[in-house]
């Protein structure tokens, strides 16, 4: 079976020795060590996660992971020194998948990557492929979204938000859960990423004319995917 291709980036190179050190015996690893040589290197060929560290000379990680997202789904693990919540949030809402916090214990980040690489492979065998309601389509293979036929440009965090709702129709979903779920890991410090995503996503909904109110909030409790009717 041929190794994942992980590509690891940060401007210290000590740390990008350390884990490729950690991780090479499992994975194919690319080092970069600014933020547009490891631009360069993802357009060049495909990984299937990226560790990516925020401060980076040029190119920030921030920039860099908002590229990232802007064509493609692949896991982003952040690799930072900053511990303030704000940047969590942050990497969140920029469509991170997990978070780690320098200085890190080995151990840990091949637990996180194999975690985030088993949940993002497995994903596609737990869920159907489409989803489709009156007046709302949705393909989780193509990350294709459309509201009454017109295409809705979402990025990956959004997407998959919106089909973790509309997998779940009628339930309320407790922010925690949310988290869990569709950012991956336990984190709940805040939820502020939930709630901003969320707001996000419904502006998009809502911007298509003669669109339902699909999310709703249940106050005190959390959110709720409501299917229309078929009329």
Not at 60 to 80: A, F, Y
Not at 197 to 203: P, Q, S
Not at 205 to 219: C, K
Request: glycine share 6%; hydrophobic share 45%; aromatic share 10%.
């Amino acid at each position: 079976m041929d190794k994942k291709k992980i590509l690891v980036v940060d401007d210290e190179e000590h740390i990008c020795n350390l884990v490729n050190l950690y991780l090479s015996d499992d994975f194919n690893i690319t080092l970069a060590y600014d933020g547009q040589s490891a631009l360069s290197a993802f357009l060049q060929k495909p990984f299937d996660l990226i560790v990516l560290d925020i401060m980076l000379p040029g190119l920030s990680g921030w920039e860099l992971c908002r590229k990232i997202r802007q064509v493609t789904n692949t896991p982003v693990i952040m690799l930072t020194a900053k511990d303030d919540p704000y940047d969590k949030i942050l990497g969140l809402e920029l469509g991170a998948d997990d978070y780690i916090t320098k200085p890190f214990i080995p151990g840990e980040l091949i637990a996180r990557v194999k975690a985030v690489l088993r949940r993002f492979n497995s994903a596609p065998a737990e869920n159907l492929q489409i989803i489709e309601y009156p007046g709302i389509y949705l393909d989780n293979a193509t990350f294709k979204a459309e509201i009454l036929n017109q295409p809705l440009e979402l990025t990956s965090k959004e997407f998959n938000l919106l089909w973790f709702f509309a997998s779940n129709p009628g339930i309320v979903l407790q922010r925690e859960t949310i988290m869990l779920r569709v950012w991956g890991f336990d984190y709940m410090g805040d939820t502020r990423a939930i709630d901003n995503t969320i707001k996000r996503l419904r502006r998009k909904l809502e911007s298509v004319p003669g669109a339902l109110l699909y999310i709703q909030t249940v106050w005190g409790l959390g959110y709720r995917f409501v299917v229309p009717k078929d009329e």
